[in-house]
């Protein structure tokens, strides 16, 4: 029998894909250059990795040839007014002793207000391409930007280009990360979410290993991720066991600074122990600020477990008999604490007060926002009795937002979630989901 179905919930496909740049105006050129460190030889010229030269691959190519102190090295690029980027690409490597030479993991960052964020949609992790582009997920304007080195690999910079962005463009590639081995699990939201947002790294694209034991120097470097903190290598070893140089070394000891963790009582921390549920429920705890709420309702772990559980931050995760954690249920459960309330204590005095504050870890450290209402039109379509947006933009309860990259626009006439950026008056999409409030309604199609 044939149905005809009337949904009011668009099902979105997940890709994994690499998109190139749309914009061609390269801006770099414009910028001052500047480096957290000079290059290994004498002939590294870092300030010139924007003069619109592109060397041949080989020896003496590169501008700047980094060998030690790699992860955390950067590039500053510095506009004399703000400027607004959608993409980049980094013409890395060279053929010299037998080494590639390529920039195997970088990001780039923006400044806003003060502080350097990270850009959704920038990381690269495990690239072997002489040439890599990316296109961010959205827009940004600033009048800082940085490359910044995030892998424990040798690496010498040819060029890089910053692309302008062009809001006439089109822009119609859908930018969502969705491994192939949690479509269609429980995981699939979550672990989307938090990879699309840049939240997470994962070093395979297309698999994403939901069932494996995460450890502990992971999850902490998912927590750092999450919080945009710009962590540095002090060279300062904070535990017995980790090294500080080490690829967790920066977000442990970021961690331990930010009093997510202790460690042991003996100055170790055990990172490649799997993690517990008890460890996780107290390190998610104490980001969103109720460290002293679990400390007052009860001793480790019974009053962390007690405030995770009133935050149903294990919702939709399962926990095995030994306690352990798999990186599936981990994504789940940061994922439902990006959906908390955080709790900033104001001083006045000796007294101390706590206060809630809306939007939670995304607002309060990467001035991420979130809504929810329904797509009400797009560049094309008009479901609702509201104008037709400008090019690019689509309408969301009533208000207008770039889309970006998003797949917002495949949600017409749904309910959807929303998570965006403010900057300069112009709110721009990171990501879009479909929310539960949809429903589906099948009609047969001889009733019609």
Known sequence: MRKLLIALLV???????????????????????????????????????????????????????????INGAWLQFQFESPVTISGATVYSGGTIAGFPDVSVGFKFQYENGGAWQDIPGSAVSDNSEHERSVNF?????????????????????????????????????????TPADVKGTKYEAAVTKLLTLGLINNDNPEQFSPETPIKRAEFISWI???????????????F?????????????????????????????????????????CT???????????????AAYPVGFRKVAASLDLSSGATVSEDG???????????????????????????NVTYNYE????????????HTEGIVEA???????????????????????YNKGNSAVSSMLGCYAEIYYQEINGEKTILYAEKSNRNKILEIDARDI
């Open 240 to 280: 017995f066991d980790v090294d500080p140089e080490s690829e967790a070394g920066p977000a442990i000891e970021e961690a331990y600074r930010r009093g997510f963790i202790k460690g042991d009582g003996n100055g170790c921390f055990f990172p490649n122990d799997e993690i517990t549920y008890d460890e996780a």
């Open 358 to 369: 809306e939007g939670g870890i995304l607002k309060a450290y990467r001035s991420i926002l």
């Open 137 to 177: 997920s959205s827009a940004v304007t600033s009048s800082k930007f940085r490359f910044v080195s995030t892998a424990d690999a040798r690496f010498r910079i040819r060029e890089i280009e910053l692309y302008e962005f062009d809001p006439s463009a089109p822009s119609n590639s859908e930018v969502i990360i």
């Open 224 to 238: 750092i991720g999450c919080i945009d903190a710009n962590t540095q290598k002090s060279g300062e070893k904070i």
């Open 324 to 350: 352990k954690l798999t990186r599936g249920d981990s994504a789940i459960m940061i994922n439902n604490a990006l959906k908390e309330k955080m709790i900033v204590p104001t001083v006045f005095g000796d």
């Open 378 to 400: 797009t560049e094309e379509t008009v479901v609702y009795g509201t104008a037709k947006p400008k090019s690019g933009q689509v309408i969301v309860g009533g208000e207008a």
């Open 11 to 69: 099902i979105m496909t997940a890709v994994t894909l690499q998109i190139p740049v749309m914009a061609e105006t390269n801006l770099a050129t414009k910028a001052t250059v500047t480096a957290s460190q000079s290059g290994a030889d004498s002939k590294s010229t870092p300030n010139a990795v924007n003069d619109g030269k592109i060397p041949a691959e080989g020896n003496g190519s590169d501008k700047w040839f980094i060998n030690s102190n």
């Open 283 to 297: 390190i998610l705890v104490s980001v969103l600020g109720y460290r002293p709420k679990a400390e007052i309702a």
